[in-house]
């Protein structure tokens, strides 16, 4: 039997254990063995259909076929996303608590943000230079937090900084590993839900001011769809589903330290702070690294997708990472290309189709699951790329390899800097 036979027969073999110890490559690989954009297996003992491209990804985001409630691992909700969170919502429900995310995440507070994160990445550089040694990875989040909780209204101090940037980081870090890391990071999550839900009380109780439409603000006063205050611990799970994400910015930050040393052709254009470059570079990152490997959920009824027909309750995963290195939606995948996301002349970031660049999910994130925080990953990442580029350091020996076994992959040095100068 050959080797598209056996997976056609997998949904018989469990693949819970391969998917860990492949990582990004396990789904791409079964597609791959097959010849075609989906395949059948079964994940976690539950039938299991992964798909790719623009409309397996339009299947996924369409609640008819697909839905979140009650589909992503428990181990994921309780380290990454926390209980309750918008992500685990459907229908009104999600509609009107991601209505919330839009407003924060996608208006005209993304500027705000991404001056205070370039100001503190600004003054950390000095500090940096007075320093043997910095690792990259856990320095920009270090800066991530100092900008992003300033502009939520998260309260910290200088002493607090560095614990808070390692327990969001470590929320991250650990959603899709075992024991220790990952206990560790439920421990993590427990800790700061239970240290924000007394920050929301008191504003509530009239006990704490925050900035009027700050993060914390509009957050504490969101009504759900059932016109209900969010329970204390649920607004804080959704503080944090707002400063995480963008904490975890430092992981492209360390991709482009990454690519800034294999392509340094680039450097002197994206010194030059080129908008429409640093956005491509930007872009080009986010496709060409691996972050999220896939996205899914559940089919609440039996559906068909292109002659298979997928179970009630089966499991439906689009494959996030296989879909960045399509060849056919992006041809040389496995080349460093930002120009691919320029116009003909070069000089304007063109236009990208909902369905097409997918690392943080597809469609449009005002009606559907794509991360609302994506336009705020990109300004950010555009910034900081701009300044990392005009940055003067040497990279020492170290280990760069970045394996796609782990998940969340990143450079296994966290990227080490000596001899830290300003540009």
């Given at each position: 039997m050959g080797i598209a036979d056996a997976v056609m027969r997998m949904p018989r073999w469990d693949q819970s254990i391969p998917m860990l110890a492949r990582g990004y490559a396990w789904l791409p690989d079964l597609r791959r063995a097959v010849g075609r954009d989906s395949v059948?297996?079964?994940?976690?003992?539950?039938?299991?259909?992964?798909?790719?491209?623009?409309?397996?990804?339009?299947?996924?985001?369409?609640?008819?076929?697909?839905?979140?409630?009650?589909?992503?691992?428990?181990?994921?909700?309780?380290?990454?996303?926390?209980?309750?969170?918008?992500?685990?919502?459907?229908?009104?429900?999600?509609?009107?608590?991601?209505?919330?995310?839009?407003?924060?995440l996608m208006g005209e507070g993304i500027g705000d943000l991404v001056d205070r994160v370039t100001s503190a990445w600004d003054e950390a550089v000095p500090r940096w230079a007075e320093q043997p040694q910095v690792v990259l990875m856990d320095a920009a989040a270090e800066v991530l937090t100092r900008g992003v909780c300033d502009w939520a209204a998260v309260p910290v101090t200088d002493e607090e900084l560095p614990a808070l940037a390692r327990d969001l980081t470590t929320m991250v870090d650990s959603f899709a590993t075992g024991a220790p890391r990952h206990w560790r990071a439920r421990r993590v999550r427990q800790r700061r839900e239970a240290w924000l839900a007394g920050i929301v009380e008191e504003v509530r109780g009239g006990r704490r001011s925050v900035p009027a439409g700050s993060v914390v603000d509009v957050v504490a006063g969101h009504r759900d769809s059932d016109g209900e205050l969010l329970e204390p611990r649920v607004a804080a799970v959704e503080v944090l589903n707002v400063i995480r994400p963008t904490v975890a910015v430092c992981w492209f930050v360390?991709?482009?330290?990454?690519?800034?040393?294999?392509?340094?052709?680039?450097?002197?254009?994206?010194?030059?702070?080129?908008?429409?470059?640093?956005?491509?570079?930007?872009?080009?990152?986010?496709?060409?690294?691996?972050?999220?490997?896939?996205?899914?959920?559940?089919?609440?009824?039996?559906?068909?997708?292109?002659?298979?027909?997928?179970?009630?309750?089966?499991?439906?995963?689009?494959?996030?990472?296989?879909?960045?290195?399509?060849?056919?939606?992006?041809?040389?995948?496995?080349?460093?290309?930002p120009e691919r996301f320029l116009d003909g002349a070069g000089a304007a970031v063109r236009r990208i189709g909902p369905w097409e660049l997918v690392p943080q999910g597809a469609g449009d994130p005002r009606t559907g699951h794509r991360c609302p925080g994506e336009d705020i990953t990109v300004a950010l990442l555009s910034a900081l790329a701009v300044r990392l580029a005009r940055l003067e350091y040497t990279l020492p020996p170290q280990d760069l390899e970045i394996s796609l076994r782990r998940i969340p992959a990143r450079p296994a040095s966290g990227v080490v800097l000596t001899a830290v100068r300003p540009g």
């Open positions: 059948r297996t079964r994940l976690m003992m539950r039938p299991t259909l992964g798909v790719e491209g623009a409309g397996g990804a339009q299947f996924v985001y369409d609640e008819r076929n697909v839905r979140r409630s009650g589909a992503l691992p428990e181990p994921v909700v309780s380290t990454l996303f926390g209980h309750g969170a918008v992500h685990t919502l459907d229908g009104q429900a999600h509609r009107v608590r991601k209505a919330m995310f839009v407003h924060l360390g991709f482009t330290a990454h690519a800034l040393h294999h392509w340094p052709g680039m450097r002197e254009r994206l010194r030059t702070g080129e908008p429409a470059f640093a956005t491509a570079v930007a872009h080009e990152v986010r496709r060409y690294y691996p972050f999220a490997p896939f996205i899914g959920g559940r089919s609440p009824r039996e559906v068909e997708w292109e002659g298979e027909t997928v179970p009630a309750g089966a499991m439906v995963l689009l494959d996030l990472f296989g879909q960045n290195h399509d060849p056919e939606v992006f041809p040389e995948p496995y080349a460093f290309r």
